[in-house]
């Protein structure tokens, strides 16, 4: 299955073909759906010449309906809201891609992976998920320490 994502978060509203193999797919619900095409459209797993890896900040048109790549993932989008959104620059486009996430909490989030046990912890400013850095696999934090942001 072909996804076209709008590259809006750094390039200028170019398109990026993300191709998501059917049989991932098979009975997924869209936000897992949205889950597998930012994992392929990013340049390290699918390569696409002159283009950006697929960020936050980027609108993929799905079913008939508008997503917003978020810090945290996927976001519905209306059309008049991407309307806005193409006219603004690129640090307003992040800006508004980012505008869930309250601006003074970051936080420490601990991590061990439930393939081969290795222990990390990432600063975020949301409780995302994180990739295994040996295996790849995704993994929710265990826990999270809130931290505040420097002014
Ligand atoms: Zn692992």
């Not at 869930?100 to 393939?115: A, L």
Request: aromatic share 8%; glycine share 6%; charged share 30%.
């Amino acid at each position: 299955m072909i996804v076209v994502v709008r590259m809006l978060a750094f390039g200028d509203g170019e398109l990026r073909p993300v191709n998501v193999p059917d049989a991932e797919v098979d009975g997924l619900d869209t936000m897992s759906v949205l889950e597998k095409v930012w994992h392929y459209g990013q340049n390290d797993i699918q390569p696409v010449e002159d283009r950006y890896s697929v960020s936050v900040g980027d609108v993929v048109l799905y079913r008939g309906e508008l997503f917003i790549a978020r810090p945290c993932g996927w976001a519905l989008m209306t059309p008049a809201e991407l309307e806005r959104y193409e006219k603004l620059d690129h640090t307003g486009r992040l800006r508004h891609a980012r505008q869930d996430t309250p601006e003074h909490k970051r936080y420490i989030n601990h991590y061990r992976c439930s393939e081969c046990g290795t222990s990390w912890d990432d600063e975020w400013d949301c409780t995302c998920n994180d990739r295994c850095p040996k295996c790849n696999v995704e993994i929710e934090p265990h826990s999270s320490d809130e931290i505040e942001a420097p002014a």
